[in-house]
């Protein structure tokens, strides 16, 4: 901590105006929610909350929850996605780590890896960070699909307007 100028109090907030381009915060109070509706349904038993899909960064924030056993998908990140594991627990295919209840997880760009949720786990929820696009891939490599903040707004919209809330109730996740 820095000590304050004579004469000012530590406790006064910063008294200027912020730029006028500076994007608004984002605060999520029930970052995971008791209302069912704010799960965006991904697959079966595979649902995600979004915490922030960044447009003009290209990266998207959110938790992703899963209530089933099996592999969730193969899928390789052009760019580093960052992990925290809130509930159960993980581990891809291709590694001999398993992100436990409170693991940190950083996936280096490039990497394809294969997630796989073990049977005894009844559910699993997990902060994610991706950075840019993530690519759906075949064991050999070949191209199956893809998923971008776009692709996720999408979802989340449809998702909305179809259970109530509003196609833009996530606009408050925009930045």
Not at 47 to 64: A, D, E
Not at 144 to 155: N, Q
């Amino acid at each position: 901590m820095t000590t304050p100028p004579s004469g000012v109090d530590a406790m006064t907030p910063y008294q200027l105006p912020n730029p006028p381009e500076a994007l608004r915060e984002i605060v999520v109070e029930s970052a995971i929610p008791r209302d069912e509706r704010l799960w965006v349904p991904q697959a079966d038993n595979v649902w995600f909350r979004p915490l922030c899909l960044n447009v003009s960064s290209g990266y998207w924030m959110n938790l992703l929850r899963v209530r089933k056993s099996g592999v969730l998908s193969r899928h390789r990140h052009p760019q580093a996605v960052h992990g925290m594991v809130l509930k159960g627990r993980w581990r891809y295919l291709e590694h001999d780590w398993v992100a436990t209840e409170g693991s940190y997880v950083f996936e280096p760009p490039g990497e394809t890896h294969t997630l796989y949720v073990p049977e005894d786990v009844e559910e699993m929820i997990t902060y994610f960070q991706v950075n840019g696009v993530m690519y759906y891939c075949d064991p050999y490599g070949k191209h199956t699909g893809y998923e971008d903040v776009f692709t996720k707004l999408d979802m989340c919209r449809a998702h909305y307007a179809r259970v109530g809330l509003g196609a833009n109730y996530v606009d408050q996740f925009v930045r």
